[in-house]
Every structure is written in C-alpha cells, then in structure tokens.
C-alpha cells in the first residue's frame, strides 16, 4: 500500500519535473534560434538591442505600408512618437537607396509625417498595387521582403526595384528612432527581447542541455513507472487518443502562432507559449504512458477502434463456425474455391499468360491447404490407433489445427481418458477382491488349524468303533480338501489381479522339463501313467520366469495325474516355431469332457461338474493367469477324451 | 528332553500344540501374546519358541526383536500368512524356521526336533575340516572316510549315488549346477538324454534330508537351469 503511494507521489513529482524541463527547453530553443537566425550570437547587448529596435521598426513601417496598399490611405495605429518617426513618400519613379538614406528626397513627395532627414534609420518600398501583384502571383513575402530595405543592408533591393519598376506609383516608409524612449511605445517590449535573446545567447545552450537530459530522464523513468494493468483511460480506441493528442498539440502550437502574431506584450507572449508548451508536454506524456500501459498490459489490439469494429464481425463468424455442419461449411468453402477458380478462367480466357501465372499460384496454395489439412488428419489418425492399440495415456496435440479437427481429437482424448479411468477402477476393484480374499483366507486358516490338528489328535488317539473310524478319514480329508481350496483361492485371485511380480529373463525349458518330469516320475508310476517326453536335441530357451513357470507345469501334470485315464501315454512336447516355443501336453481323460475348452480356465470349473474328486478347480485358471502374466499364452484343445494343453512362449 | 514356549492367541491352537509336544517327551510352556512371550524367555531355561505372528497387543515380529536382545533361543514363526515374502521377512528378522498354518503336525515336530539339536550341537561342535574328509553344511555331517550322512545328527540312509550328489553340492555351495554337471560328476561319463536320471535322483534325496520335500531348505530348485545349495 504505501509502496503504490509512494509511487504515485514519485510519478506525480516526476510528470511536474519532465512538464518544467520541456518548458525551459522550449524556453531556451526559441531563444537560441531566434539569436542564430537573426545572427545575434556572441554580441553584446547594446547591438542586439539595436537589432531588435530595427526590426521592430521595419515592421511597423511595413505594417504602415500595407495599411496604405489595402486602403489607399494610411489609418491610425501607429502613434509611436517619440521612439519612432516617420515620413510617407510618393513617387512615380524608382529612387536611389543611398538618396533616400542620406536624405535627399524632394519635400514635394512626402504626403504625410516628418522625419529628421539626419537620423533616418531604414527606409521600406511598397509600390501601388503590390498587394494586388502578390495575389496573383501568390508569393507575397517574396515582395514584402523585396520591398524591404534595411540600412546596413544591400540585398534584394535591386530585385525588388526590378519588379516595382513596371508599376506605377512607388511608396516608401522612411522612419528614424529614438533608441532611447521605448517605454510606452512600439519598442515597449523590445528591452525585454533584447535581453532575453542575451540571455538565451549566452546560457541558452547550457539550458537546453540540461533540461533536455533532465526531460528525458525523467520520461523514461515514467514510462518505467508507467502501471501495467488497463483501466478506463487506457480503453480509450487507440484511433480518438491518436486524434486528441493530434488535436491538443496542434491547439498548443496555435495558441504560441497566435500569441506572436497578435500584437500583445512580450510578457503574454512568454506566459501564453510557456502555458502551451506545458500543456502539450504534459499531453504527450499522458498519451505516451497510456500507450506504454497498454503495451505492458499486452492490451494493445484489443483497445483499438480496429479491434473494436472486429468483435461483431468475429462473433459472428464464431456463431457461424459452431452452429453450422461441417456439411454445410464444405459446400461454402467449395463455393468460394469456385468463384476464385470462375475469376481465374475469365483470366485465362483474356490473357493466357497471366492466366498461367495465377494458375501456379493458385495450385500451390491449393497444396499447401491438402497438406496441411493432411497433416492434422494424420495427427488425429496417429492419436486415434495409439488409443486403439490400448495406449490411454496418448494424447493429440491439437496446436494450430483446424477447429473441427480440434473437437475431434479432444473427443478421442476423452475416450482415452474414460477407458484410462474404467481400467484404473476395474484394476482398483481387482486388487480390493485379491486383498479381501487373502484377508478372509488367513482368518479361516486359523480356525482349519485347530480343526486339522484335533481330526489328527482323534485319529491319534484311536477308536475301536470302525464306523468312527470311517467318519474321522472323512473329516481328515475334507479338512485337507479345505486346506488346499485356500491356497489355490489365494493363489488365483493374485495371479489374476496380477499382483505377483514377475521376473522375466531366459529359462532353459529342455532343463526345466527334465526337472519337472523328475519331480513326477512317482506320481504317474502310482497312476500307471506312461510318459513321453520329446524335445529337440538343442536345448530351447525362452523368456519366462523360472518358478512360476513350475507352477503351471506343476498345476498341469497335477490335473494330468488326477484325471488322466490309467495304463495310457501321456505326451509332452517341445516345439519350436518361429520366434515361439510350444510345450504341450496331451492326455486321454478318464471320463467324459462334457465341456468346453473356455469354461474349463474359467475359476471353479472342473472337467467333472460333480465336484466329488479331489482339487478346488483353480488349476487351470492359476495357470492361464500365470501364463499370460508371463507373457505367454496358454490354450487349451478338447477332442472327444483327448485333452491337449499347449504353452507359447516368446524365444529368446 | 527341553522346555519349549508356544505362544499363540488362540487357546486351541496352544492346546494341540501342548499334547502334540508333550507326547514327544518335550515340557511345555504357554503364552498367548508376545508380551507374555517375553517375560516367559526373560525368566529362562527355555529351548525353543513356537512364535504366532499375528497377534493381538505386541505382535511376533516385535516379540522376536524384542527376545533376540536377551536370547539366541532357536524360533519358529508360526503364522497363517504364507506368501514368499512374509517368510523373508520372518527369517530376515531373526526367526530360525517358519511353519505356514494349517500345519502338518508331523512336520511341525521334525522341525523342532531339528532347530533343538542343531541348538544343543553348537556347543559341541567337532572342528570341521574338509582334509580329515568330514563336510558339514546347516545340519548336515558328511564323514566321507565312511561315507556316512547325518542330518541333524541324525543317521540318513542313502544310497552311494545319493551321497556322491549330496557330496558335490557340498563341495559347490552357493553354485547352481545343472543336470548335465551334476551327472558328468557323479557318474563320470557324458549324458545322453539321462537328465531326468539326475532329477529323479535328486527328489529321492530331498525325501530324505528335507523335513518338507516341497519346500526344501538345503536343495533348492532353480526352475530352468539346476539345483543349487545355499550358502
């Protein structure tokens, strides 16, 4: 807060320093120029005050001349007596400069006033008509000038004695001052001037200098200053701020004009200039803050009257471009696209040539809009197969496409999203089953424990009763049956909510074979199961981790023994097929495979539907899971009792 | 023959466990959770603790951290929880077997049996020195100037190839072996389609010397490339 204070305090202070600076360097220019041009520099002040008196004087009796030119007839206004006297002189031929300086003209031609024929100071010409003359050949101060004639002075007099020589009557203004009674006459503020352009002579440049610097120092500390946030001043149309400042500046320039030109004291000449040039400089500065504001507040365009004028015209084809069909836009698209191609015919029917040229042109820009349009098409397409292909986490940049392209591929990106979000929830739900089931499973392996336990102390114990005997080899197995339920249960809720984590790297399947057909050697000898075991001579290797790899082979030549027909071969293999190692199994089952290959992996389905044997009927499931968490697959063929499991695996 | 503490919040289990260890001549001593655990080791002369891990109050992790600073007392988790890692966890933790519920009381009773003499052998324990020809690996003993295995001290009975396999583990602790090496080794010619010989062989072994063939402690399977004993 005080910080804002302090900077509206230091612009305000600022703005008054760069208002006084400008003024005092306008103040000081005028003054150096006007000594430069007048060729006043380095003269004392005695001879610039001379000066000044001289020109004054002339311009009275040019003033008196034109008095004489637009009435025939010299009126009033000059009462200047004593500083300066004159005398009006009539004649029909040219006079000679130095006559007339020396005092050698007829009594006979003065028609008005007296001047001491000793002490004239400058003698101005105008002839009959001049004004006349002037208009028609709209160059009037050439003439005035001609007809000017200083003492010190020998220039342009011979021109304008030229020009008036054809004329008839000649006049001239013959006057002499008394530099010493300016007080209360034409000369009353010739003192001051004379002092002033002095002044300005001697200290003028230094001025300039220092107020220069110290205006631009100080505006380039404003527009730093200058607030970067729009407010109503700032919302102004660019074009009427333009218009005003043009406007302010030029009334400014119009007043300090008007205040030379009237006949009023030097001393309102300064004030009113000075007043002026304040105003218009403390204009400019506004106008260049305001600009500098929009500039900073990156409002520039948006405040212009260009811009203004544009809001309808774009809401408008805003409305046009939301509310109509891509149908309907291609049919006006094709419309313009015609009349330009309609216009390019007429051309080539007057002028093949730039025909021709038009032709090129037209076909470039032509391919330019398919590409482009081709390009966002691919983007969207790419976009479109990457979520296709499962990736949801592709997103489209939709930078410079086109509007209906844009929608497009933000619609596919909301698919994605929504698919991302289904499949993050399914998994979600997925982990909760898998946690839910392990939870439950552990607080029923409690109570289990104590059932096992004191089934075995029973058992342990010893009965005579047969019949008891019979109905604890019941209970033994059942609670075993229960045992291994949970376990599989565990099992296959995290293999399909892939909660294991895997460790994929080179598995030698030939060793691995060998391995898994040591560990069952026993059990197939007990169900007088024959296997035949065929791998290739070169041992295979395939990218698989090795321990949950067993336990598929392990579930499958599990379910192999339990429901595999006694006395019969079972079949192993290992074949490789382009970069995939098949294993398979193939077994004859003991009874009938009344079901399909599908509902066989699906959880809790067994081959016998009467669920009386021994296994929970997770088997085949733990291994699809397992399998295809791996990366492998696992199918299953059924042929009349011929049940077939075939393993893929990618080679190494 | 030792006193072992059974700790477990559930009454029934505690019980079982109690007639199944007295009726193999062992003393029993009980707690039903880990604080009292504690206080029962603290107070001494006890053998082995049977740890639940699961356990309203202090559970068996912290009851195992907090016994091991007063005792190197041998330690069976016992615990419903039966996934890979918990058993890492276990093990890691100072425990020296795990035992996953619902449990085999056979096996159970093997455990203990081992975990008490491997205990009581320290302290006895000849020099082993591969040049007088005896190996010895966890509670394995191999005297081969008689070509005689023991396991926990106790006398297991394997046939010679058996015991040429049992010694070439021995011998590469800590080294997978593959099929093919383990055959050219013990029986000293080239392998022609004779793997599952080695397998089968190997299994055979397991039954022997493991408490619990499917999840042996001594020779481990390594799915796709051999067998390997841990060092």
């Known amino acids: 807060m005080t910080d804002k204070k302090n900077n509206i305090w230091l612009k305000i202070v600022a703005a008054i320093v760069f208002t006084a600076s400008a003024m005092m360097f306008a103040f000081s220019m005028v003054g150096v120029v006007a000594a430069s041009e007048k060729g006043l520099s380095s003269r004392d002040v005695t001879s610039v005050r001379k000066e000044i008196y001289d020109e004054r004087a002339m311009s009275c009796s040019i003033d008196i001349l034109s008095d004489i030119a637009d009435n025939g007839s010299l009126d009033r206004r000059y009462d200047c007596a004593p500083a300066l006297s004159y005398a009006i002189l009539e004649s029909d031929i040219k006079l000679d400069k130095d006559d007339l300086l020396e005092g050698r003209y007829d009594a006979s031609m003065v028609i008005e006033g007296s001047v001491d024929k000793n002490a004239i100071a400058g003698v101005v010409c105008g002839m009959e008509g001049w004004r006349y003359y002037n208009y028609t050949r709209n160059n009037p101060l050439l003439i005035s000038y001609c007809s000017v004639e200083l003492p010190d002075q020998t220039t342009d007099y011979d021109c304008s004695l030229v020009l008036m020589s054809d004329r008839g009557t000649q006049y001239y203004v013959v006057y002499s001052i008394d530099y010493n009674a300016a007080e209360g006459t034409v000369f009353a503020a010739c003192d001051k001037v004379a002092r002033y352009i002095s002044w300005c002579d001697a200290n003028g440049a230094g001025m300039m200098v220092i107020s220069g610097i110290l205006s631009i120092v100080t505006f380039v500390a404003l527009m730093y200053l200058a607030k970067n946030t729009i407010s109503f001043g700032n919302k102004i149309p660019y074009a009427i701020l333009l218009t005003l400042l043009g406007g302010v500046e030029a009334a400014c320039i119009l007043c300090i004009v008007g205040a030379f030109d009237g006949y009023v004291s030097f001393n309102s000449i300064l004030l009113i200039s000075l007043a002026a040039v304040g105003l218009g400089a403390s204009f400019f500065l506004w106008f260049s803050m305001n600009t500098v504001t929009r500039f900073k507040a990156r409002a520039f365009m948006r405040n212009t009257l260009l811009y203004y004028m544009c809001i309808p015209a774009r809401a408008f084809l805003k409305n046009l471009n939301e509310n109509t069909s891509l149908v309907v836009k291609a049919v006006i698209f094709s419309a313009v696209v015609g009349v330009i191609q309609l216009l390019g015919l007429a051309v080539v029917a007057s002028e093949f040539s730039a025909g021709l040229f038009l032709f090129v042109i037209y076909k470039a820009i032509e391919v330019a809009v398919i590409i482009w349009f081709a390009l966002q098409f691919n983007r969207v397409k790419e976009g479109m197969s990457l979520v296709a292909s499962g990736n949801t986490d592709a997103t489209i940049d939709t930078t410079h496409m086109l509007p209906a392209f844009k929608s497009h591929a933000h619609d596919i990106a909301n698919v994605s999203e929504g698919i991302n979000k289904a499949v993050e929830e399914r998994m979600k739900s997925e982990r909760m089953k898998t946690e839910l089931i392990t939870n439950v499973s552990h607080d029923i392996k409690t109570p289990l424990t104590s059932i096992i336990n004191y089934v075995d102390l029973m058992e342990k114990h010893g009965t005579d009763d047969p019949k008891m005997q019979e109905y604890l080899e019941v209970l033994d197995r059942q609670s075993e049956r229960l045992k291994k339920l949970i376990e599989d249960l565990i099992e296959a809720s995290k293999a399909s909510s892939g909660a294991i984590e895997m460790n994929i790297e080179p598995v030698n399947v030939s060793v691995l074979l060998s391995q898994a057909a040591g560990e069952f050697e026993e059990k197939l000898k007990k169900k007088e199961l024959i296997p035949v075991v065929t791998v290739p001579e070169e041992e295979q290797t395939i990218k698989a981790d090795g321990r949950y790899l067993w336990r598929v082979i392990d579930n499958l030549m599990s379910n192999i023994c339990k429901y595999t027909m006694p006395n019969t071969r079972v079949y192993i293999d290992l074949i490789t097929k382009g970069d995939t190692s098949e294993i398979s199994f193939k077994n004859i089952s003991a009874s009938e495979l009344n079901i399909s290959a599908e509902e066989l992996t699906e959880r809790f389905v067994r081959g016998d539907k009467s669920r009386n044997t021994e296994g929970s009927g997770l088997g085949l499931s733990i291994a699809k899971s397992l399998t295809e968490h791996m990366g492998g697959t696992m199918d299953i063929h059924i042929d009349g009792d011929l049940f077939k499991v075939t393993l893929t695996f990618p080679k190494v | ?231």
């Open chain 2, 1 to 231: 023959m030792g006193k072992i503490l059974v700790c477990d919040d559930e009454k029934d289990i505690v019980s079982a466990l109690k007639i199944y260890l007295n009726s193999d001549g062992y003393e029993v001593v009980c707690a039903y959770n880990g604080m009292e655990a504690c206080e029962k080791v603290k107070d001494g002369d006890i053998d082995l603790v049977l740890l639940d891990i699961m356990m309203p109050g202090m559970d068996g992790v912290t009851a195992l951290s907090r016994i091991r600073e007063m005792s190197n007392v041998p330690v069976i988790f016992l615990t419903a929880k039966g996934e890979d890692t918990d058993k890492v966890l276990g093990l890691n933790i100072g425990a020296d077997d795990y035992v996953t519920k619902p449990f085999n009381p056979v096996e159970l009773l093997a455990r203990v049996r081992s975990q008490l003499r491997r205990y009581k052998m320290l302290g006895s324990a000849v020099s082993s020195s591969e040049d007088s020809g005896i190996y010895r690996h966890g509670g394995i003993e191999l005297d081969d100037n008689i070509k005689k295995a023991t396991v926990d001290g106790e006398d297991v009975n394997l046939t010679k190839t058996e015991y040429e396999i049992l010694l070439c583990f021995i011998k590469n602790k800590g080294k997978v072996l593959s099929p093919k090496q383990i055959y050219k080794d013990v029986w000293h010619e080239d392998p022609y389609g004779t793997e599952n010989t080695v397998a089968v062989h190997i299994r055979h072994l397991r039954e022997k010397i493991e408490i619990d063939p499917a999840n042996p402690r001594y020779i481990k399977v390594v799915w796709g490339y051999g067998y390997m004993m841990e060092e």
